[in-house]
DNA sequence: ACATAATATTAACAATACATAATATATGCT
DNA sequence: AGCATATATTATGTATTGTTAATATTATGT
């Protein structure tokens, strides 16, 4: 097994902590991991996770300014993606490790 | 490559969040990239972060409580070192993913 | 142009987390 | 027993975050 070395994650703590604040919360982990298998609808993303509109909204729309989700308009409907290759690799390092 | 599947994330999006909460703070995202490096001192810790003796015991304090770190006292000493092996590897990932 | 469905924004409040200061406890030394 | 060092606890003010309700925007269909 290779060596440990955390320094540059220590030089990035900032960064790195940022991105998992976004990962923190039940419900946010709970819409990336729905996304993660293809983009989803607010509306679908909505009834899945079974919050109010207006937290999914205010949730979604975190993310986006974050970087982490983007999303694309199609008639009335938008849809939401993932936008950080990074961040889907370790949703499924997060898989390997804590569902096996 | 593996199919994505995280139906066992989703289960468990309660907990994982709440790990993953821990590191969604610089200060102990830190503190977890020092000591996996090896059991560290309170005092170590609290040089090493720059922050107040208090702040850091009330961090070291809520990561033991939550169950990821475990302590043992040497004298008047206090080692801490990392009590979980799937965190462990999570922050492996972590350095895999962000710094490289 | 109007009604409707999907999504976003704003405001207000409650809950949680953080930083700091002050005090308390535990251990070792003399 | 008394003192010094290391660590923990408690209390308090402040900031951040989450929840809910109400309102606004955007696109579609008629």
Redesign the interface.
């Known amino acids: 097994m290779k060596n440990?070395?955390?320094s540059?994650?220590?030089?990035?703590?900032?960064?790195?902590?940022?991105?998992?604040?976004s990962?923190?919360?039940?419900?946010?982990?709970?819409i990336l991991?729905?996304v993660?298998?293809g983009d989803r609808t607010v509306n679908e993303l909505t009834e899945y996770c079974g919050i109010a509109q207006s937290s999914m909204s205010q949730f979604l729309g975190r993310m986006r300014k974050e970087g982490i989700l983007s999303s694309r308009r199609v008639a009335t409907n938008i849809y939401y993606g993932m936008a950080d290759p990074?961040l889907k690799?370790?949703?499924?390092?997060?898989?390997?490790?804590?569902?096996?």
């Open positions: 440990i070395d955390v540059k994650v220590i030089d990035q703590c900032d960064i790195v902590s940022g991105v998992l604040k990962l923190s919360h039940p419900i946010r982990l709970k991991c729905y993660i298998e990074k690799k370790l949703l499924k390092s997060i898989k390997e490790i804590y569902c096996k």
